[in-house]
């Protein structure tokens, strides 16, 4: 063997170097998430934290302040998706449409447009119900889109930093499939941030939460949902978990929100802010964009399910 062929396979290449140092520049990158350029990054699973499942249930209260949406859910009739009677399905499914928002490709969106929208055909209002509204309407659908970006944004922000103006962008390009994949075409979603921050800010205005509402977001986040169920697991789930929850999604909805739910930050919430954020920072280095493993492990069940031909919902 000559020098020369020698020297080809024992060296590295420059461009191997480049490779090498990129990747571990990307793990560095990832492993402190208040540095990281979020222009760079290609899903808004990116954005997730330890603070996920606390964020959670001030999502849905956004969502539901808008009085159909709130109503929608609180009279819904189809039975196996709600989440006071069926709390897992209803979270399994909920996750498996941002599994789909986020990282499916167009054969998983298609599935999912189809599948909401049967869904949603069973979900309208009655004579009897004190606002109109339809499970596919668009505008409704748009704004739970609208609140959903801010549950990727807000695990973020609470934790590390604020977005600043061209990440903010970025991050709307990439959300514009929560609308999507619903019954939102591409044309009425928002082209820049101020646009998005305009319509959210409109959205707030028009929201109200009267008593019977109310009263089920509270059940649900203080977990109370969960009492009676998995044979006293769910009890045990509700002392343990339901306390923590309830006091951090305070910090989760916009004031305004807060009023209407009679909440009030107290010294305690806090302190159980400051010890939970703690956590979470400690759990992101142990284990960085949580959703992102929980969601592509969400969606490749679908696909299996789908293959095999057993139901998805």
Not at 18 to 36: F, K, Q, S, T, Y
Not at 87 to 96: E, G, N, Q
Not at 114 to 121: G, P, S, T
């Amino acid at each position: 063997m000559t020098a020369a062929m020698t020297d080809s396979h024992s060296a590295p290449t420059p461009g191997g170097a480049h490779a090498a140092r990129a990747g571990l520049d990307r793990m560095i990158a990832v492993r402190r998430p208040a540095e990281r350029d979020l222009t760079e990054i290609d899903s808004l699973l990116d954005l997730s934290s330890g603070l996920w499942m606390w964020l959670a249930g001030a999502n849905v209260i956004m969502q539901l302040a808008n009085p159909a949406v709130g109503y929608g859910v609180l009279e819904s009739r189809v039975e196996r998706g709600r989440a006071d009677t069926h709390p897992v399905k209803r979270a399994r499914t909920t996750a498996l449409y941002l599994a789909v928002a986020t990282i499916g490709n167009d054969d998983d969106k298609e599935f999912m447009h189809r599948e909401v929208k049967r869904i949603h055909d069973e979900v309208f209002s009655t004579s009897s119900s004190p606002v109109r509204y339809s499970g596919n309407s668009r505008e409704l659908q748009l704004w739970v889109a609208l609140c959903l970006i801010r549950f990727f944004v807000d695990q973020y922000e609470l934790l590390y930093r604020e977005l600043d103006s061209a990440e903010r962008e970025h991050v709307l390009t990439l959300a514009s499939p929560l609308a999507t994949v619903l019954n939102v075409p591409e044309e009425d979603w928002p082209a820049t941030w101020a646009e998005y921050e305009e319509r959210f800010a409109a959205g707030m205005a028009d929201a109200e939460i009267d008593d019977p509402v109310r009263q089920m977001l509270d059940d649900l986040c203080a977990f109370r949902i969960l009492d009676g169920k998995f044979r006293g697991a769910g009890d045990l789930a509700r002392r343990a978990l339901g306390p923590t929850n309830h006091s951090y999604t305070r910090f989760g909805v916009p004031a305004s929100i807060r009023e209407q739910m009679n909440w009030e930050i107290t010294p305690a919430d806090l302190r159980r802010k400051r010890r939970m954020n703690a956590v979470a920072r400690a759990a992101d280095k142990v284990l960085p964009m949580p959703l992102k493993k929980m969601y592509t492990l969400a969606l490749w069940e679908m696909r299996i399910r789908r293959r095999l031909g057993v139901s998805v919902f």
